[in-house]
């Protein structure tokens, strides 16, 4: 059985920092594709980063480029997505979720190609 479970999140004050963590479990991670998403209340949810199993390739948005990182441990099956500089705009519940699709998608930042979810984390970026 996949599973996936973020853990991580807080309250945070702007200009702070977060890590996120993201454990899988029942697949080969290699062969997946990870992504991070994140919805705030009333909007859409969102694609924040994505990471390739199979080759480390990574993907992100333009809104958080240059202060997020997302990386992996392929020997712990775990996913992270360190959040630096964070804004009150950053506030929202991540997800994180994976496709056996391992190679990422033009599409990725949809997550409309991820077939496993786990509950979210809250994180609040307070002004």
């Known amino acids: 059985e996949v599973q996936l479970q973020a853990s991580g999140g807080g309250l945070v004050q702007a200009g702070g920092s977060l890590r996120l963590s993201c454990a899988t479990s029942?697949?080969?991670?290699?062969?997946?594709?990870i992504g991070w998403f994140r919805q705030a209340p009333g909007k859409e949810r969102e694609g924040v980063s994505c990471?390739?199993?199979?080759?480390?390739?990574?993907a992100y948005a333009d809104s958080v480029k240059g202060r997020f990182t997302i990386s992996s441990d392929n020997a712990k099956n775990t996913v992270y997505l360190q959040m630096n500089s964070l804004k009150p705009e950053d506030t929202a519940v991540y997800y994180c979720?994976?496709?056996?699709?391992?190679?990422?998608?033009?599409?990725?930042?949809?997550?409309?190609?991820?077939?496993?979810w786990g509950k979210g984390t809250q994180v609040t970026v307070s002004s």
């Open positions: 990471i390739s199993g199979t080759d480390g390739s990574t």
């Open positions: 029942g697949f080969t991670f290699d062969d997946y594709a």
């Open positions: 979720a994976a496709t056996p699709r391992s190679l990422i998608a033009s599409s990725w930042a949809t997550g409309s190609n991820m077939d496993y």
